[in-house]
């Protein structure tokens, strides 16, 4: 059941440079998007969320886009730094889901190097 | 900051023996969740909680599993007979109503042998 996808297992990026993240999802009833980050031996970490009213949500140098007709987001880093290097994840809910409950991705690794 | 935290970090368990996975939530988030991830796959939703019973589970959370809220902090994953497939890092979350992200605490790792 990959209603979340993230099709690259991997990217590696430049210091300075974008790091671009794409999730695609198949269940029309998402409504809203969140980005995960996760280290090595911890639980994720909370980046982003974009609601499906929406394309764009900004913050610092996180932008997500959000492109319903295609069922796509993406996550944009500006400019990517080593710290940055982790496992990100891409998550959906629906508002049908009265609990919120999370639909993950299978997770891209990020490597951005000095 | 406040954060969800969780004990143990590992667990070590025979087959078919019971465990407990705590979770402190944040103190005032009213939602909690286990999430689990078996090494090399995607996060997984087991079961939702709130005002003291569940609101959602999943497939997976069989009649193995139960959650229990058993004072005002703790909130707790049992197992009762755990089979090999369960050994995973389980991820207990909780959020505030009306608010979309979820809080991770950093997991437990459960190794069933």
């Known amino acids: 059941d990959q209603q979340v996808k993230q099709n690259s297992p991997s990217l590696s990026v430049q210091e300075g440079r974008i790091s671009i993240l794409n999730c695609d999802y198949t269940?029309?009833?998402?409504?809203?998007f969140l980005w995960y980050k996760k280290y090595p031996a911890e639980g994720p970490t909370f980046l982003i969320s974009i609601s499906s009213i929406k394309d764009k949500n900004e913050d610092g140098r996180f932008t997500v886009f959000l492109n319903k007709s295609a069922k796509h987001l993406s996550l944009h880093i500006v400019p990517s730094q080593p710290g940055d290097s982790a496992v990100y994840f891409c998550a959906a809910s629906s508002g049908s889901s009265n609990t919120g409950k999370l639909i993950f991705g299978q997770g891209t690794t990020l490597q951005v190097k000095p | 900051e406040p954060e969800v935290t969780q004990t143990p970090s590992h667990q070590v368990t025979q087959m078919g023996q019971e465990v407990i996975l705590r979770c402190v939530p944040i103190s005032n988030h009213l939602y909690f969740y286990w999430y689990r991830q078996i090494l090399g796959q995607k996060v997984e939703f087991l079961v939702s909680?709130?005002?003291?019973?569940?609101?959602?589970k999943s497939e997976i959370f069989d009649d193995q599993f139960s959650v229990e809220r058993p004072d005002g902090s703790n909130f707790t994953l049992k197992i009762r007979s755990t089979k090999l497939e369960d050994s995973a890092m389980y991820f207990c979350?909780?959020?505030?109503?009306?608010?979309?992200?979820?809080?991770f605490g950093p997991g437990t790792r459960l190794t069933v042998t």
């Open positions: 269940n029309s009833m998402f409504d809203y």
């Open positions: 909680f709130y005002n003291n019973e569940i609101s959602e």
């Open positions: 979350a909780s959020s505030v109503p009306g608010q979309g992200q979820q809080y």
